[in-house]
Every structure is written in structure tokens, then in C-alpha cells.
């Protein structure tokens, strides 16, 4: 008979907090599956047994040295050769919960107890490490305002799908991510119901009784894995039922009292409801005004939250994490302090996009004071548009923006966002895949560097090489796979803190730009905080210009150093996916996706690359007035086109769309619609405004060729702005420009522009009613 290898596990001290059980339950069940039985006694009742001992701290079992470097969330694992005792020691109840985690990955790789174990993790760099999860949508639903999205099962299915949180859970686990953050305006009318306001519930009854129990059920889930769940929410947004009841909007820009007795309530409830749930409060961008906002942060929602802990008899502050966005968390934070104590900051790393890990400027003071302030200070790798839709695993890249959020911005928090945050939990690409599996690496990356940034650089590529083995088959492979994803990552960066109008999803960067828009940005109300703080000095493409005509020296990055490098990393990522795919031998269509992604990413560069060599050859001709200087862009710009189709022939069958937020809110490089109506959201609808401008161009040169030139429309100044007012109801103002969609019920977008017009305001209005001869809606 075949006897059972048995471990005789001994804990310290026995009385265990959640996380530790679960880690010890998840460290059992590995043990199990490579065969051994557990026996929970000290000393091993059977002769030859393996001692597993795990403690929190304990001075006899862990070396007095050890002791005092273990952090919170440290662990140590050792096991002498062969000998017959495992020690795991937690530096606190979540460290030996990794430890437990972390061995039993050990074991289900190994598929063994191993015999020789000597780990130290000392505890993470950065103490609060989490991803984003949106309960928002790519679309605004009809009658509502951006972010208000009730949470029901037909919005939101995956919330209500347990085994997903489970294995979404188990993945931020391994990953030791210790907090979500799950986004929503308004939940509390999902999640709660206040005996002073019962009735303004968004969601039926039933829905509201599942909400209450899956959101108690997520609490607890994340809880059992040292994870800390905390709820977003924007100010000042009501339920529409009460909205209506006082006639008020949904969204408030100033307090009132109505608002403020709602939502100090709301609050109170949620804490009594949900007592070990954070908050994060953004205190825009509804709500204006920093002295509105100071009252708003301390006398409702802290206010709130204090009442509802009386109510639960918590003596333990929530944590509260304060946004800064459309807000001055310097101005308002001191006063905040004063009155609660577990008060965190946070604030986005680069903008809505991922350009550098050189932050400077006023946006580096901003969060340098921040981090001075006292509370632990978090950086929020928010939206990504300039990465989406495509993938990204540049470790590298990743490293040295987690150093410097260390070092450059004091921040010890990292804020997560996925690559596709408006469509979670699915990937863009056609049919969707899930965000988990597709982008492992990204989430693993932050997490691995939120832990530590500063590990051997050596250690580290092994590291990554072994991971892309177990994904795809082969060591060389892997290599390979790892040199394309860090060298295509360099590629969206460069260009957009380079040649973009702004970091904001205001603009997606794959779709490409305009040449207007890179002639004559300030068209486009360029945002300087991209180039002066989420960018390595340097020139723009004006300036640029302008230098070199007049023969002066240049500084830092340049429009051509940036094309050199950018054409030089996309050509390496491609010959390097390439070198790897006859090395390939697990997971073949995975790998495939990846191999376009890198194509793509190719040719959207050299599609800038293009592009830019137009744009300076277009501003030197505004110099030189040299027809060779518009025939040389001409030649650049059809060499841009033509990496535009090679990349909308890459995305046509494999990409549902480009960018996850598809509202009027994006406008470069055109509009994404009017609400309710998303357009302009792949490539294959933008081919023919590039077509377009390219054969106006070529006209335009013709003309000039001729001696019968057409109006030099870049002499023509935009005229001047008008205030207004819209008063009709149903009409709106909206931006003119190229891609701005005209009227309310048609899909209608302008196509090309007189330059007097580039910039002002307009007033959509429904066609159908304006050829009614109505302005106001006719039914
Ligand atoms: C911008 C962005 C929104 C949202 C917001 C925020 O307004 O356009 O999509 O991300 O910032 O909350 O930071």
C-alpha cells in the first residue's frame, strides 16, 4: 500500500485573522494535490512527517535578524536542503498569507514540495497596490449624463458573475495586489437604500437585494485575500427619482441642502452596510469651486461617514483615498486632515496615457507636494489612450514608471487602470477576449514593480523569459516575445507626448491625426501639461521648425530624434515577433494577436513618422514659401496613408474598435459622436478623411503649381468667437471642426472646413425638426 507523504502544519499564533486562514487553506489545497495529507499537530504524530511552520512575527521560529526586516506584507520561506521542516513568516497576517500563496504557487509549478527553499520578500515598496474596475459603459445611456450607470445585471453581468470575481480575485492574489477599486458615479443608489430616503433607489427591488448581497459577498471575497475593496464616486451626482422629485439636474455644480442631506445619508448607509469598504471621493467634476468641494469633502461626505459609524459602533476610520481631479487636493486636503485621520491622495501618473517615466513640471510639484502632505500618496495609471486598443507588456517601460512614481513623484500607492477600462471585462479585439487573459502581463508588471521596481535587472528578464515560456512554449520564443513587447511599447509613448494635442482621451492616438492638426495644434485646444510635464524636454513641431530655419541649436527631444526612434524600436518589435513565431508552440492564436498588435503598432508609426515629415515640411514652407517644400509633404503624406491602410487592413477583422470611451467627449483626431450615437471609432471609418486630405492637399498644390493658387488657407485667421447662450431645449453647442457631428438625429459629421470657421462654436439641432421649421423637437 502506497502511504501518504504527510505535513504537520503548525501555526503561530493559533487564533489566525481571515487572510491567513485562506492563505493556509489555498497552501492546504496545493499540498493536497501533490499528494500529501495535512495533520494539524505539533509535535508530527506520524514518524517522517514534513513540519510546515507558518507564524506572524513569532521570535521562536523566526531568526531575531529576520524579524526586525520583515515589513508588513514581508515574508520569508525557507526549507534546508531535504530537511524535514518548511518555516513560512509573515512580517503580519498578510505577509504569511503570501507566503502561504506563494509556496503553494511553488508547489503547483513544481508539482512538488520543493527541497530546497530560501525566499525573503521584505514587504512591498508601495503599500497600497490595486486595479480599476469601471462599472461605466462605452456609451452614454439615453436621458442620462456621463457616468451614471445603475447597476443592473443587463449593464453589468459581470458583477453578478461570482466564479469571475473568484478567478479575478485568485489573480490579483498571486499578483499581491492589496486593493480594488471599483469605479461607478453614483453607486449608492445601487447599493444602498437609507431609511431616510427610501425611495430613490435607481434599480428594482430584486436587483437591489442581489446588489446588497453580491457586493457583501465581493467585500468579503477581497478581504479573504488581504484585499481592501473601495468604492469611487464623482460629486455632486443624484438619483435621477429624487433629482426630479426637487426638480434639480442629476449633476449639481454647487451644494444644496437637499443634496447635502441625501448624500450625507447615502453615505452613513453604505459605511453601516458595507463597514470594511474604502471610499474614494471625486470631488469634480460636477461640483466646482474649492471652497464648494472643501465643504462637500468635510461636511457631507466625511460627515457621512462619521455618522455611519456610529451607527455600526466602528471605531476603525474607513479609509478614504481623495481624488485630484478637477480639484486642488493641496487646498483642500489640510482641512480634511484635521477632521479624519485615515485620509489618503491620489493622482494620475501621466494624464490618461502612458508617455513617460520622466514626469516633470507642475504636474511632478503637484504631486510632490501631495506626498509632503503626509498621507501616503497614490498615482493613478489611469486611462490609457494612447496605448489602446492594443497590447502592452513592456516591463521595462512599466520598471522605470514605477521608480519614478518612487522617486520623482514620492508617491507609495499604485492606482491601476486595464488597457480597455470602459468595456470591462472584455478586450476590444473581434470576438472579444477577457482583460485577464489577454493582459496578464500588463497587470502582473505593475504589480511585480509596485512590489519592488528595483530588482536585478538580470533576475528580472529571466523572470519575464520564464513567464512567456509558460505561455508560449519555448525559451527562444519567449526572448523574442519579450524584446517585441518592450520595444513596440516604446513606440505610443514617444509619439503622443511628442506630437499629440493632449494626454486626455479627448484624443485616441491610434486613429491617427490630421495634418492640421499637427501644423496648427492650437486649433485644437492643445493641452501643455502633455509636452511641459508628461514629457522629457524638448520641441514641438512649430518650434522645431522655427529653430532650424533660423539656424539655432536644439533642444532635448526633437520631432526627428523621436521619428528615428520610433521607426528604429517599431522595426526591431517586428523583426523580433517574426524571429519568434516558428518558436512558438503553446498558445498559437494568442500568439498571433500579438504579432498583428506589433504589426499595427508598426504601422501606426511610421504612419506619424509620415506624418510629422509632412508637418515639418508644411511649416518650413511657411518660411521658405518653396512649392518643393509642399511637394516633398505631399510625398510624405501619401506614404502616411498609405501605413493608415496597412493599419486599417491589420484592425478591419480584428479589432471591434479603437478606443472603449466612443462619446462626443473624444475629438481628436474628430469627434466621437454625439451621445447616444458613438462614431469614428476604427479605422476603417477614418480611411476616408485621410483619403480626403490627401487629395485636397495635392489639389491645393496643383493650384499652386499653376500659378492659380487657391486661397493660402493658412493665412486665413479662424474669426473671432461670439459669446452665447443655447436656449432652445434639445439644441446643443458643440466644437466645428472636422468630424464634429451636425445635427441631433443624424449621424451627419463635417468633412472639411473653412479655416475661418476652425475653432468656433456651433449649435446642433435636430434636422428633422429644423425641416419642420422648429427649432424645439417635434414628436
Ligand atoms: C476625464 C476623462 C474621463 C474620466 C475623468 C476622471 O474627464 O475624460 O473619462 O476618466 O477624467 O474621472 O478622471
Sequence with gaps: MQVRPVISLVVYPSTQATRLRSGLNRLSDALRNVGFSIADVDPPAVTGALKLTVSVRDPVVGAAGLLTELRPEGFAISRDPEAAEIRIIGGDSSGAMYG??????????????????????????????????????????????????PITPELFPFFYDREHWTEYLDFLWVNRFNTLFLWSGHPFS??????????????????????????????????????????????????????????????????????????????????????????????????????????????????????????????????????????????????????????????????????????????????????????????????????????????????????????????????????????????????????????????????????????????????????????????????????????????????????????????????????????????????????????????????????????????????????????????????????????????????ERLRNDVHCIAAMSRCYAAKAKAAIAVLQFNFSRDVADLEQAAEHLADSLQHFRTLEALTRDTYRYANSMQTGQRKIPVSGGSEGKPVNFHWSQLLELYEQELGDFQRRIAAVRSGRPEADETTIPPLPKADFRVLSPGAQRYEVQIGAVVFTDRPAVILSLAPELAGLQGIRFAHGSAAAGALEPVE
Excluded at 520543493?114 to 461605466?136: D, K
Excluded at 467585500?219 to 429624487?242: H, K, M, N, T
Excluded at 479627448?506 to 495634418?515: D, F, I, K
Aim: hydrophobic share 40%.
Design 100 to 149: 502561504c500563496v506563494e509556496l503553494a504557487r511553488l508547489i503547483q509549478k513544481a508539482g512538488s514540495v520543493p527541497n530546497r527553499l530560501s525566499i525573503v520578500e521584505h514587504g512591498p515598496q508601495f503599500t497600497l497596490r490595486g486595479p480599476a474596475i469601471g462599472l461605466q459603459k462605452t456609451f452614454i445611456l439615453p436621458g442620462r449624463k456621463v457616468y451614471e450607470y
Design 190 to 591: 445601487s447599493l444602498v437604500r437609507s431609511s431616510e430616503y427610501p425611495d430613490v433607489l435607481e434599480v428594482d427591488e430584486a436587483t437591489f437585494h442581489e446588489n446588497v448581497r453580491t457586493y457583501r459577498w465581493l467585500a468579503d471575497e477581497c478581504d479573504r485575500r488581504g484585499i481592501w475593496l473601495v468604492q469611487s464616486f464623482y460629486s455632486i451626482l443624484l438619483p435621477q427619482p429624487l433629482a426630479q422629485r426637487h426638480g434639480l439636474d442629476t449633476q449639481l455644480s454647487a451644494p444644496n441642502e437637499v443634496a447635502a442631506d441625501y448624500t450625507r445619508n447615502a453615505i452613513a448607509a453604505f459605511v453601516r452596510e458595507y463597514p470594511n469598504v474604502g471610499l474614494m471621493p471625486c470631488l469634480g467634476e460636477a461640483l466646482v469651486g474649492i471652497e464648494n468641494q472643501k465643504f462637500w469633502l468635510n461636511e457631507v461626505i466625511l460627515a457621512g461617514i462619521k455618522a455611519g459609524m456610529a451607527a455600526a459602533g466602528l471605531t476603525e476610520q474607513p479609509p478614504v483615498v481623495v481624488r485630484t481631479h478637477a480639484t486642488d487636493a493641496r487646498q483642500i486636503m489640510p482641512a480634511a486632515l484635521k477632521v479624519y485621520r485615515n485620509l489618503y491622495t491620489e493622482a494620475k501618473f501621466n494624464g490618461e496615457s502612458l508617455t513617460t517615466w520622466e514626469p516633470r513640471g507642475v504636474r511632478q510639484s503637484l504631486h510632490q507636494a501631495m506626498s509632503a502632505l503626509g498621507a501616503t500618496h497614490v498615482v493613478n495609471v489611469h486611462i490609457l489612450a494612447n496605448l489602446e486598443p492594443f497590447r502592452y507588456g513592456a516591463q521595462r517601460f512599466i520598471r522605470k514608471c514605477m521608480q519614478a512614481a518612487r522617486d520623482r513623484l514620492g508617491a507609495r500607492g499604485l492606482h491601476l487602470y486595464p488597457l480597455t477600462f470602459w468595456d470591462w471585462p472584455f478586450s476590444p479585439d473581434r470576438p472579444p477576449l477577457r482583460q485577464i487573459d489577454r493582459d496578464w502581463i500588463w497587470f502582473e508588471s505593475w504589480a511585480r514593480y509596485a512590489w519592488n521596481p528595483d530588482i536585478d535587472e538580470h533576475e528580472d528578464r529571466n523572470y519575464w523569459i520564464t513567464r512567456l515560456t509558460e505561455h508560449f512554449g519555448s525559451a527562444g520564443a519567449a526572448e523574442r516575445i519579450l524584446n517585441a513587447y518592450n520595444d513596440a511599447g516604446e513606440c505610443a509613448p514617444r509619439l503622443l507626448r511628442r506630437f499629440g494635442i493632449t494626454e486626455g482621451n479627448r484624443q485616441t492616438l491610434s486613429l491617427g491625426m490630421t495634418l492640421d492638426q499637427l501644423t496648427a495644434p492650437e486649433k485644437y485646444r492643445p493641452f501643455p501639461e502633455l509636452w511641459e510635464s508628461q514629457s522629457p524636454p524638448g520641441e514641438r513641431l512649430q518650434e522645431f521648425v522655427e529653430r532650424e530655419w533660423k539656424k539655432l541649436p536644439h533642444e532635448g527631444e526633437t520631432p526627428v530624434t523621436i521619428i528615428s526612434e520610433v521607426l528604429d524600436f517599431a522595426s526591431r518589435a517586428q523583426a523580433a515577433v517574426e524571429s519568434a513565431a516558428g518558436l512558438v508552440t503553446l498558445n498559437r492564436p494568442e500568439f
